[in-house]
């Protein structure tokens, strides 16, 4: 069950005594996918944002060279 949703064993343990203590036999059933959901939305927002910066896009426009020239 670990390498299918990648987490480890003890955490399911707790989760499915949480699920049913919180939701009884339904919580038990729906605790193991809302655990790989929550660690599915936690690795996503913890993904690193790439930053595009290009010749044609810099990040600081104020400090290009054709301004300088101009000044």
Request: charged share 20%; hydrophobic share 55%; net charge negative.
């Amino acid at each position: 069950m670990k390498r299918g949703v990648k987490l480890h064993p003890l955490l399911i343990i707790f989760g499915v005594y949480a699920g049913g203590e919180i939701g009884g036999v339904g919580g038990i059933f729906l605790s193991v996918p809302i655990l790989a959901l929550a660690r599915l939305l936690f690795y996503e927002w913890r993904k690193p944002v790439p930053v595009l910066a290009t010749e044609d896009l810099a990040l600081f426009p104020d400090a290009s060279p054709e301004l300088d020239a101009v000044i």
